[in-house]
């Protein structure tokens, strides 16, 4: 049976990769009117919005598009409404930076392949009534998240893990209780699955059979009231599947048949996979379906090496118990079920946590137990304060107080699991022995540079934004906690996120240009430091900093030593890295101002490669300049706007005749260097652009 699903998954994937193959060649083709369906508002019905095409021509209807909207035509849309707009259609990119999320392939697994732009403003013309029901669980859903909060702090942590675990509202990605929960092994408490439906049905069927409803009524009740409870959450895909499987399941007794999990198993993944293919793919479909056979398959063994656990003395006679041995022997009797349960199901996801997020949390095998059993208590009471809020608000409010202290229970255990020496263990990024630099890509003409020497050094970080999604993730992966921060110059771009680095690393150090300068994120960041007491660091020209033996940090340029506040571009650091005898220059977006400056001093300016990004108001990278630092590669910014910011093209050209390679980032997104004593190799993160070896002469 599970062979026919696995089967019927593959054919149909093949009929909806060969229409999405067949999308792509609608790029290149002009401005289309089309008119479309909108099936997905996104987690907060705010967007980004998925549409379905009803009618363009010569374009296949059915296809998936993700609506970009221009922000000054942003319309705020809902599940089923219609739209007819001219646009283009756009490929969506693919990641400029190591290990951050790919867009590309989380979308191409939802039937998306292409992004549609409309470029005259939207016009709507009705709604669909297939998505009325989605429509109505959408204001069910927002009434639910105020409810179930109320008399608690919108943003606190309880209210966050309320909201998480009822509606699979997830924190945001920075958050440490993030990190404890993923570190204890209980991350899915924060997104609506099989677990949270499970609870949902086995709460509704107690609170039917209390009312003495025929065995029947009960189960197609509980069914009906988990498949609302899927739309109200999303109907996201591991809920769906979840009411497909229990469904499968509990319809067995309908038919007054004893229901067998593993065959239940493989008919609701027939089903999944008959309408859509792509699911045998994801990471949420392959730990459902592989943790439920786990748990039918080895529970049944676990039991049995546990059955010490749950006994008595074969010799004594269980009459001779008195209340509160036999209270004790039914304890450890259900610790034993839940131990063997717990571990059967470590053995299903285990394995496909080390594939797809590379850690393995063997404390979730005992954490699981407690913190389960809370978070049912917390979506029991969630919705007792629902229906008992409806009829009296106080009697709501004193339950949503105690909802939190649960809430705060839940997380402090998570820490505490997330804590234990070796209860989790993480895959160890493959960088070998040498040392690594990556110039990040960022949007807009930012910048950021990790430094893998020493205790790791963070030069320039991007904004908030910018930072949390393509830095951020990169760092983690890498498992990497720089303790020295430096700020190249007082952009928001490069350093709005400066502070958040505060609240993430244990930092020693940090290095900037100077303290008067007048942007509100750097001076934030200057306060944040002389708070955090780590040692702040204004340097000047010639200073040298020791990482490592062979590494050093060099200071070329040092603008606390120039009179008046000048250009931000222009009052930054220039640095020059020595590592094992290779020279790598970082000159921030300064321009032709600082490059004179540095020819002036007389100082030596050679390097093997240039990191620079591109200054607003002056030229940059001069011939004199590229001259005097005689570099074998160039690594650049290249934004499209403003014009000041992109590489113009006779200075391609210059590069080129001087045998300069350059790394346009545009072009190659990230680069990776990577640093061997007798070799330096760049490693563009897109295709297209050859890795670069640079050796010695």
Known sequence: ???????????????????????LKQVDIGEKIIRGVVIDTGKLESGPYLIKVLEAENFPTGTRLLLSQPKHQDVILKHGDIISTKGRFKNI??????????????????????IFTPSEKLKLSGTSWQYLPFRTMAKWRQHIRSAITLSIAQESKQAQLIRAVVLGERPPRDSAMIHDFRESGTLHVFAVSGLHVGMVGAIISVVLWFFRLPSWAVILGTILCMTVYAGITGMNAPAVRAVIMATVFLSGFLVQRKPVLVNSLAASAIIVLLFDGHQLFT??????????????????????VLKPLGEIDPFFPRPLLNSKQEFLLEKRRWLRGSLAVSMAAWMG?????????????????IAGIPLMLIVF???????????????????????????????????TL????ADIPSGHHYRKPNNNDNHHIIVFDLPYGGGAQFLDVGGGILLDCGHDDTFRRHVLPTLRALRARPDSLIIS????????????????????QSLIPRTDLRSPSYKKFVKNVLAHKSQLITPSAGQIFEIEPEIFLETLHAPREIDGSGRADDTGLVLRLHCHGWQILFTGDAGYTTEDQLLSSGIDLSADIIVMGRNRDDFTGSQSFLQAVQPSAIISTNATFP?????????????KLSNIDLFDQQLTGAVTITIDKESLTLSPTLEGTPPLMITRE
């Open 93 to 114: 990119g693919s990641i400029r930076n190591p290990y951050e999320f790919d867009r590309k392939k989380w979308l191409y697994r939802q039937g998306v392949t292409l």
């Open 349 to 365: 996801s285990a394995p496909l946590m080390w594939l797809h997020f590379g850690i393995v949390t063997p404390i979730a095998i």
């Open 414 to 417: 998570a820490a505490a699991f």
């Open 489 to 508: 110059h007082a952009d928001v771009k490069h350093c709005g996120a400066m502070s958040q680095c505060l609240k993430f690393y244990d930092v020693k």
């Open 1 to 23: 049976m599970l062979s026919s699903g696995l089967l019927l998954g593959h054919l149909t994937h093949g009929t909806i990769i060969e229409s999405q193959h067949d999308c």
């Open 643 to 655: 014009q000041m910011e992109s590489i113009p093209k006779t200075w391609k050209k210059y590069l």
């Open 283 to 304: 990471t949420g479909f392959q730990l459902s379906y592989g943790v439920l056979l786990a748990i039918a398959l080895a529970t049944g063994m676990w039991t049995r």
């Open 377 to 411: 208590l917390i979506l029991a009471l969630a919705m007792l304060s629902l229906a008992v809020g409806a009829l009296w608000q106080p009697a709501g409010d004193s339950i949503n107080a105690l909802n939190s202290r649960l809430a705060t229970t839940t997380y």
